[in-house]
């Protein structure tokens, strides 16, 4: 059985202000393009189809058309990640049924498997750890603790079919390596999930991190099929094309099409715009950093004259301290509750106290059920 695994899409999303729903409409083209050609059974979608719950009209009519496109030649499961709105993307799912598209957002629905051949397929949406606590009799709110529930009905079922096992999953499992663009999901620190949760599957299709990643031979993430941080500059994107025959697993990584390349530059203006070593940066999208004593006048325009993708520019005199680094500098990589925490402690002079963090966790937990909920 032939698998193109896929994830992340997130449509309706831009790249620092620029529109990327050519680029993520090229990706469909080579998408229905490779199933054609590859004679791909199934594809798997393992969430964050959209970057948020309320998407853009131009990038639901896109899914769409994927969708449709890729039932005319294959079957299609697919879940919902961290950005989607289970009820909007879940919204018709007999009716696609029906039509080979098996999109699955309701945790009720994990451990009853879609049959690919003689293949179960395990959908398991994203699963919000304190909305699955209560309806599973959970003790702890954790993503682990979801999962290994998740995967508890899972092997009970696959025990009785006795069949191979697929299984879809959006989480973060330990051992992958994040970038800047995808959103924090933790819960009070429990984000991670150790890989022995997925023990014993034929193959784990997982969604989140943006880069392509072998957590081992049989737990795989495809990544994003676009870059949508500098952070991801020398990511590989595109798909794994996997072939299940009993318990042999093969897989072999798809490249995408990339619109433009990134690039990041350093130094100061007059070097840069002089240097002709840089020629193959000009057609690319480039996040630049000024090291000149003073900030140039213009600066971004003399850039652009040369390096006309110019998307980000910063300031980082040579020998500044800490206190020119700029906001996402410093609030890069930090959950947003750590930030939280610090600008309480700022306003207030003091840290806060453990009646104040429990406050917070639960502000931001709120805010994901509502998200969650949209």
């Given at each position: 059985m032939?698998?193109l695994?896929?994830s992340?899409?997130?449509?309706g ?11 993520q409409?090229r990706?469909v083209d ?24 309320l998407?853009p ?20 499961v697919?879940?919902s990640?961290n950005h989607?709105s289970?009820?909007?993307?879940g919204?018709?799912v007999?009716?696609?049924?029906a039509a ?12 009853t ?8 397929v395990?959908?398991?949406p994203?699963l919000?750890p ?20 998740a995967?508890?009905?899972?092997d ?15 989480a ?7 970038s ?12 991670h999930?150790p890989a ?12 989140h ?16 099929p676009?870059?949508y ?8 994107k595109?798909c794994w094309l ?7 697993l093969?897989?072999?990584f798809?490249d ?8 990041r ?7 840069l715009?002089a240097d002709p070593?840089?020629?193959d940066?000009?057609?690319?999208w ?13 600066a ?26 700029t906001?996402?500098?410093r ?6 509750q750590d ?9 207030t002079g ?9 406050l ?15």
């Open positions: 032939r698998f695994h896929t992340d899409w997130h449509l999303r831009s790249f620092h202000r620029t529109d990327m729903l050519d680029a409409a990706f080579h998408l229905v393009e490779t199933v054609r050609a590859e004679r791909v059974d199934c594809v798997l979608v393992s969430g964050d189809v959209y970057d948020r719950a998407p009209v131009d990038a639901v009519r896109l899914c769409g058309e994927a969708l449709r496109r890729l039932a005319e030649r294959t079957r299609v697919l879940i990640g989607d289970v009820h909007r993307l919204f018709g007999g009716l696609m049924d080979g598209v098996h999109v699955r957002t309701d945790f009720r629905t994990v451990g498997p879609v049959m690919v051949g003689d293949v179960a395990y959908p398991i994203y919000e304190e909305l699955v606590r209560e309806p599973w009799g959970l003790t702890e709110r954790s993503h682990t603790a979801a999962l290994t529930e995967m508890r009905r899972i009970a079922d696959r025990a009785e079919r006795g069949a191979p096992c697929v299984v879809l999953a959006h973060f499992v330990t051992g992958g390596e994040p800047d663009s995808e959103r924090d999901i933790s819960v009070g620190g429990t984000s999930v022995s949760v997925f023990e014993g599957v034929d193959y784990a299709a997982l969604g991190l943006h880069g392509r990643q072998r957590i081992t031979d049989r737990i795989r993430y495809s990544g994003s676009l870059a941080s500098f952070s991801e500059e020398r990511h590989r595109g996997v072939d299940l025959d009993g318990d042999r093969t897989a072999e798809v995408a099409p990339v619109p433009r390349r990134l690039g530059l350093r130094g100061r203006l007059e070097d715009l070593a840089l020629a940066h000009e057609d690319r480039l996040q630049i950093t000024l090291t000149d004593p003073q900030r140039p006048q213009n971004m325009e003399r850039l652009r004259a040369r390096f006309p993708h110019t998307l980000v520019l910063s300031f980082e005199p040579d020998g500044a301290g800490p206190s020119h680094r906001w996402s500098e609030v890069r990589g930090r959950r947003e930030i939280a925490r610090d600008f309480l402690a700022e306003v003091a840290d806060p106290d453990p009646a104040e963090l429990d917070l966790a639960e502000a931001f937990t709120a805010c994901r059920h509502r998200e969650a909920a949209r």
